[in-house]
């Protein structure tokens, strides 16, 4: 019975596990908001976070 | 309040847990700043951060087994061991299904199968996969192919190096995420600690040990098969433990040779100078209990366990099941308990195959003399005059002697796994509280 509880933590655990890897996907792989895409190269780079640097990359590879 | 909580069994399990999960996303999450260029689709990322899971989840496994007392002391070596076993399986369905998604999404990639024309860095991560999938075949699979504990012990811990070893190779090798030098530093750092912590179990603790040796006292036959393994330190104090604990024990080899194997004491656990172990000879080792010699040297990692009495000063009683050679540890928490005199009451529950198995039986009955001690024998095969407890410990025998008021009392199970099954659930059918269970697999190989 411990066993299965832990059988039961174990499963939960993972669906988290792989809902964040998801997540990751996702932030990592979404698209740009058409603002930025048309806004001029300077006014991009701006803040320090998950999202900014992801546009940071963008700008500097795209 | 605080302390209540720190105490609640289900508070510390989600702490634990929430614990767990931020080491193993942490490290993934952080290469989410300063990113390399996205771009390359969903399912591309979905199996990288698949790998990064997978390859936290290995290295984690270090810390798990390391035997560090503070992770051990809330749920014991064998839940934490269970839970070792369980998510190891969950890292390698990640591991398996990070290069399965690519070679899906990019069928091209599938070229870096080719093992002598592919680059290093997939070399390494087939090289790591293979160890990774041989070490959990050869765990879940291991008596059925027969491979015996001592190598396969050595065997288990290389697999482990190299499977977590070569995995960061492949990831660094790549060098997508780790392009960073500060993400390669926090990502060496995280595999420093876990190859240290192995290090350190199979290395240096051992060497530790060998600077306190034991040596055999005596070797004393006991009904049921059982033989009493009694050990004295060697220019040293020796060590208390709580009554239920285990040690590993290596007998007449160097510790450095991971030769070594986990007993319940059964001596009291205030006796410092002299410990002692019961064995049941049932496998290759413990059959050679008997021929051992006295004055052969032994060492001991210990205490273990979490299997113990003393954690609950304020239960009104306790219940004790024993089953088999289940009794070692139970005759320890007894007898501590007869020498300090606790006033408490106490219920054994013991099972065996018959009347000659009984191992102990005179102590056991010699204890009543200092305890509150009530024994109940369940014996499979009984004599005709036999007018006790017959057959297997089930709900209805439990309810039959258990106290009525349920959550009175704190319950510990060590026997077979078969029994114990029946066992709690039979407690668990009497609605005795999840939480005043206690149970020890005395096979954690």
């Known amino acids: ?62 | 309040m605080k302390r209540l909580l720190m105490h609640s069994p289900i508070v510390v399990a989600v702490l634990w847990i929430v614990g767990y999960l931020l080491l193993t996303l942490l490290p993934l999450l952080v290469l989410l700043l300063y990113p390399p260029p996205g771009g390359r689709g969903f399912w591309i990322e979905f199996s990288v951060a698949l790998g990064f899971i997978g390859l936290a989840m290995m290295a984690l496994q270090f810390v798990i087994t390391a035997r560090v007392n503070r992770i051990d002391s809330s749920y014991g070596i064998d839940i934490l061991l269970q839970f070792h076993r369980y998510t190891s399986v969950v890292a390698l369905l990640m591991v398996l299904v990070h290069p399965a998604i690519l070679f899906i999404a990019q069928p091209e990639t599938l070229q870096l199968l080719n093992f002598p024309q592919a680059p290093w860095r997939a070399r390494m991560a087939v090289l790591a996969t293979l160890a990774f999938l041989t070490m959990v075949i050869t765990t879940i699979w291991r008596k059925q192919l027969k491979i015996p504990y001592e190598p396969w012990r050595a065997i288990h811990t290389i697999l482990a190096v190299l499977a977590v070893g070569l995995g960061f190779g492949h990831a660094l090798g790549v060098g997508n995420y780790l392009g960073l030098f500060w993400k390669v530093v926090l990502w060496s750092g995280i595999i420093l600690v876990s190859l240290w912590l192995i290090i350190y179990v199979r290395l240096v603790k051992p060497w530790l040990m060998t600077r306190k040796p034991y040596i055999v006292e005596e070797v004393l036959p006991q009904q049921g098969d059982v033989w009493t393994l009694a050990l004295r330190p060697l220019g040293h104090e020796g060590f208390t433990f709580a009554p239920g604990q285990f040690a590993w024990l290596t007998l007449n080899i160097t510790p450095l040779s991971m030769r070594e194997h986990p007993f319940s004491m059964s001596s009291s656990g205030e006796c410092a100078d002299r410990i002692e172990f019961g064995i049941k000879a049932v496998g290759d080792f413990t059959s050679t209990i008997k021929d051992v010699q006295p004055g052969t040297k032994a060492y001991l990692d210990g205490p273990y366990g979490v299997f113990t009495i003393d954690r609950y000063w304020d239960s009104a009683g306790f219940v004790l099941i024993a089953g088999g050679v289940g009794i070692t540890p139970i005759y320890s928490i007894l007898l501590t308990a007869a020498q300090r005199r606790d006033d408490r009451p106490f219920l054994l529950i013991y099972a065996v195959a018959s009347w000659e198995d009984i191992t102990y039986k005179d102590e056991l009955e010699s204890f009543k003399e200092n305890l509150d001690l009530t024994i109940v024998y369940v014996l499979r095969k009984a004599h005709d005059e036999w007018e006790g407890e017959t057959g297997y410990v089930d709900r209805s025998l439990l309810a039959k002697h258990i106290p009525r008021h349920r959550g009175s009392r704190h319950y510990f199970v060590c026997a077979a796994p078969v029994m114990m099954a029946a066992v709690e659930r039979g407690l668990f059918e009497l609605e005795v509280p999840v939480t005043n269970v206690h149970m020890e697999h005395f096979n954690l190989a």
């Open chain 1, 1 to 62: 019975m411990r066993y299965n509880l832990m059988l039961q933590l174990v499963a939960g655990t993972t669906v988290i596990l792989v809902s964040t890897a998801a997540l990751f996907a996702w932030l990592q792989n979404r698209a740009e908001p058409a603002e930025l895409r048309t806004r001029p190269v300077s006014s991009r780079v701006v803040g320090v976070g998950v999202g900014v640097a992801c546009r940071r990359h963008s700008l500097a590879f795209g």
